[in-house]
């Protein structure tokens, strides 16, 4: 059965890198780093999950998203096979806490999968890779 690849997008704390790094290591799932660009021109043709940190940080106007990410939804084939995203935050946010990944749910209508706060703990990789192996199976029996 295969696994549906992450793609995700770290700011210089590499705070959403090192999960995805230790949800790769824990379950073999291939992840891939939309800072590189060659990544990020991508156009996808399979199913694939974002996981995305919020930067919102109180100010209304702060785009939420950031822009490698939005980059990489710009391709019509990548908004369409997105399945799911998770969620990176930081709870100091209050209200925007997890605000990009809530307002990408809303406008894409793909569910949130899990959310986590900073670099998450080893329950939050276990739980993560848990609902990842969910979806594979589901996908599968598609």
């Known amino acids: 059965m295969a696994s549906v690849p992450v793609y995700y997008y770290s700011s210089v704390s590499n705070l959403t890198g090192r999960f995805a790094e230790h949800l790769a290591e824990q379950t073999g799932r291939a992840v891939h780093n939309l800072a590189d660009a060659e990544v990020r021109h991508r156009e996808l043709g399979d199913a694939w999950v974002l996981l995305t940190p919020s930067y919102k940080a109180g100010n209304a106007d702060e785009v939420t998203l950031p822009a490698p990410v939005r980059a990489f939804l710009r391709s019509a084939a990548n908004r369409r096979h997105l399945v799911g995203i998770i969620g990176s935050g930081n709870r100091n946010f ?12 809303t406008a894409s209508g793909r569910p949130v999968l899990f959310e986590f706060e900073l670099s998450g703990t080893p329950e939050d990789v276990d739980a993560c890779a848990a609902i990842l192996q969910d979806l594979d199976e589901a996908l599968a029996a598609r």
């Open 94 to 105: 209050g209200e925007y806490y997890q605000a990009a990944a809530r307002e990408l749910a």
